[in-house]
């Protein structure tokens, strides 16, 4: 019997699939929908303190290999989310993720004040890298702030936390980041976010409204980037931090490539969005047909095990 078993903060998930935040979870009929699928867990759009809009439309692009999207955060509000997974928690669902994207650094401690103080029990997931609220820097891109930030957090916060971390392209900012990372208590990353601030031109005209039609790129375009993301910090992270993996999957071989990379969890952005709900079904199937030709029974059997020439 194979088996898609992860764990990350001694909590078991049935399999090793989710979406990623933003992606069929703002409303409760979407996070109804995911409830019903067959994703390990899922994760509730980022939220800040007050619901908002977010960016004018359109916002969000299929692209033949990935999409671009400058959402802007839209989301319901602090207080929907909480009561979403204070009602999780009631019917016995502690494995829930929730995200949390302050617009500043005060916002995300009162969210998270809120969250400590109350009976949430799963895994929190703090956004410090939305690439689309203008005027606003991602704070993952800021190495002094984001261990501000953290330090902010860790003198109180006690619940299983983890962080969403934009991409990197150089070693030293890999090593500087897992640098800051592993002097707090955090559970887990989940790299990558989209890659900012791209542009996508079709004829002679950009395909989104905001910000002159930049947007964050994902999908079949940002697989190789989000691999490396994930294998630079499973190689630099203390073992207490797991790695989640997002960027680029589309089948059941991207999956295993993230876990090959070193990941816990597999998140689906880009793919959720083209396909729906029906493909956790897929990728498990395909996921499982890949470890059944290779022998392997369960992830820890290939998990981080990438072979290097
Ligand atoms: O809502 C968005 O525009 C958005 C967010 Br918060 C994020 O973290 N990543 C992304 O690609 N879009």
């Known amino acids: 019997m194979i088996s898609l078993q992860t764990f990350i903060a001694e909590k078991t998930f049935k399999n090793c699939l989710m979406n990623a935040s933003g992606v069929k979870c ?157 002097q707090y208590p955090l559970r887990f990353i989940t790299c990558i976010n989209s890659v900012g601030n791209a542009l996508y031109i079709e004829d002679e005209t950009v395909v989104i409204k905001p910000k002159g039609g930049f947007g964050g790129l994902g999908g079949a375009y940002v697989k190789p980037t989000a691999l490396a993301n994930v294998r630079m910090f499973y190689k630099l992270l203390k073992k207490e931090i797991a790695v989640i993996g997002c960027g680029g999957v589309e089948t059941g071989r991207d999956v295993f490539e993230h876990i090959l990379c070193g990941a816990s969890m597999v998140q689906i952005a880009t793919q959720l969005m083209k396909e729906d709900t029906p493909v956790f079904f897929r990728l498990i199937a395909e996921l499982k047909e890949i470890m059944n030709i290779k022998g392997y029974q369960n992830i820890s059997d290939f998990r981080g095990k990438l072979k290097e020439l």
């Not at 409303?27 to 980022?46: C, F, H, M, N, P």
């Not at 400058?70 to 989301?75: A, D, R, T, V």
């Not at 103080?117 to 939305?130: H, I, P, R, V, Y």
């Not at 501000?148 to 003198?155: G, M, P, R, S, T």
């Open 26 to 182: 703002m409303t409760d009929e979407e996070l109804q929908e995911l409830a019903r699928s067959e994703a390990g867990t899922w994760i509730t759009k980022s939220c800040t303190l007050v619901p908002q809009d977010g960016n004018p439309s359109p916002r969000y692009a299929d692209l033949k290999m990935g999409s671009i999207n400058s959402m802007g955060l839209p989301n319901l509000g602090f207080d929907f989310y909480l009561n979403y997974a204070l009602k999780q928690h009631d019917t016995g669902n502690d494995s829930l993720f929730f995200s949390v994207a302050g617009l500043k650094l005060e916002d995300n401690l009162q969210m998270l004040k809120r969250i400590q103080d109350s009976d949430f029990q799963g895994f929190t997931e703090l956004n410090l890298s939305c690439p689309n609220l203008p005027g606003k820097p991602q704070t993952g891109y800021d190495f002094d702030r984001t261990n501000e930030v953290l330090d902010k957090i860790f003198n109180f916060y006690q619940k299983p936390l983890g962080i969403k971390l934009p991409p990197y392209f150089d070693m030293i900012h890999f090593e500087t980041v897992a640098n800051i990372l592993n």
